[in-house]
């Protein structure tokens, strides 16, 4: 989304445009966080930390390139009339000399150059015959565009800053952004303006004042405003979630790589570092343990705390130490030829960690309903076909699933098999993830959603990047052909193309001039640049695969449960009905609470 506002300059004028042209210092603590998306430098690596300087891009409209301010004080001189008479003032009772508008995207959601060509456009459009600056900044979360625009323009007359000009913005702003395939933000496309004795305002607190109707149809535009979730929230959210049935920490650990996380806790001997990291499936740099919540909550030593005090007080949570029982075999993925359903045990059961480690566990209830479906299926497959064609069978819907087909369900033995191998499919995932109920398994689905819809939009937004630098790589290509096209010295085409291919060659010119490609090194780094976010678009892109397939099981288990509940009698339509307001993001889960992640045995409600 690009949100936008104009307001008379509230700092002097020179003052403001060397603001706006300046380029940006900041200071990080490790490369990772450098935006390597944009131009910058790095100045100083010292104790404080990496100090980056991100460079600001700039371009002028109707004024002077090497001093902007002296043509907008020409034009104060030129036009400004008597301060008593003037209409227009600013808080301080002053004549405005100046007016600052900026416009902000989502994040980084386009480059430095698109940025450019959308503030240059709206210079010549909006801000016709005005002096105007126009400056992009790369070096906070949102990229984003600053105006530094003269009072007066060309003809004397004045800027009118006011409901309407603003709500102008506003629409050649969203009209870009649309052109450009940004976000828009819908429900703000048009300025609701109250109107009282004392002024007029947006009303974006969804109250009228002095009689007017209680409500608006606007949601409050700061609210939309709101940036995505950081990394560290959605951390902090997926724990609270996991941690009341976490047997322990390494069992926690493993509950979030089920949901894609990718984790560094230990060291190559088995010790833990010093802190741990955790990097999310939506995020490219990970977020350590300290930087999460208050600090303190979410450390390794803290949170096992919580988990030893739970398990002392629930001890049927814990991981049992059953090292005398040696008949308990373990699977590391269920399949019908391999598997011999009747001999499965409803008591305990082993399963594999992510470090390769194996435990022992307690079956739940929730395990032996599937357990108890593949019985009594199995025996029912056994009454249609022999032993023989039943492995037949099942080898060929198993090769069928493993190629993402449909399976087969011409016949009922078929049905009963394609039945069977997608139980297992959610007894693993159960046993896996541990759930014990819908509301543990929606808790899930609803954050493998929210990974899901992010890596969406991030992929969007790189096929998009790299679409804008792969188009300006193209332009020298460009610049060539129409060069050798202009030599062309044919009547018809003097009379028909000439003017159009010069106007174009102009116009990449000065994009090859603005982009620095006049210097063979600048166009290499940036081909150089261009090839990593092609790399970083391929990651995105198998994120977001693993992403899908992370949904497909989540989907696969809860579609079996509530088929085995369902032929058992049981209502399942309000857990369905959650589910399916969750495909259509209309389902909110409530936010787990931090107490109930102490105390909470982990039994949620069937």
Known sequence: MAVSEIHAARITVNRMIAYIMKDKDETVQSEREINQQYHHEILDRGKNGICVRYFTQSSFHRCI??????????????FQQDKSSAKTRSKNNEEPLAYHARISFAGHECSQEVAMEIGDRIA??????FPTVVSVHTNTDNIHIHFAVCAWNTDGRKWNNCHRTTQMLRDVTDQLC?????????????MHIVRTETGSYENTDHRFEHGSPAYVNTKKYEELKKKRMTQSDIVKQDIDMLLPRASSYENLLD?????????????????????VSFLAPAFSKAVREDKIGDGSYYCRKNLEAVIAERIAKHPELAEENLDGIDDIPIYDDYRYTKVPVQSMREDFYKKRRTDGTVVQRRRTEWQNKAIRSLKKDDLHVRTLLDT?????????????SARKLKQREDSEAARYVAQIE????ALHYTEQNEFESYGQMLNVIKAIHRDYADLLVKKEEAEKLVSDRERNLRVPEQIAELKERIKNRDLSYMVEHYQDDVSKLDKLLARCKTLGFQDPEKFRQYKEKTEEYRVQLTHLTKMLQAAEERLDEADNCLRTYARIDSECGIDVSAPM??????????????????????????????
């Open 65 to 78: 390139r090497t001093n902007p301010y002296r043509t907008f004080k020409e034009f104060q001189q030129k």
């Open 255 to 275: 509950l979030l790589r089920m949901l894609g996380y990718q984790i560094r806790a230990k060291k190559q001997d088995g010790d833990w570092m010093k802190h």
């Open 422 to 425: 997608n139980t297992f499919r």
């Open 178 to 190: 649309e052109e450009y395939g940004l976000s828009v933000l819908e429900q703000t496309r048009k």
């Open 577 to 606: 009905q959650r589910y399916e307001q969750i495909l259509r993001g209309e389902y909110e889960l409530p936010e787990p609470n931090r107490e109930n992640s102490r105390n909470n045995a982990g039994r949620d409600e069937r």
């Open 124 to 129: 010549e459009s909006l801000f016709k015959g």
């Open 388 to 400: 023989t064609e039943i492995w037949k069978l099942a080898e060929e819907q198993e090769k069928l």
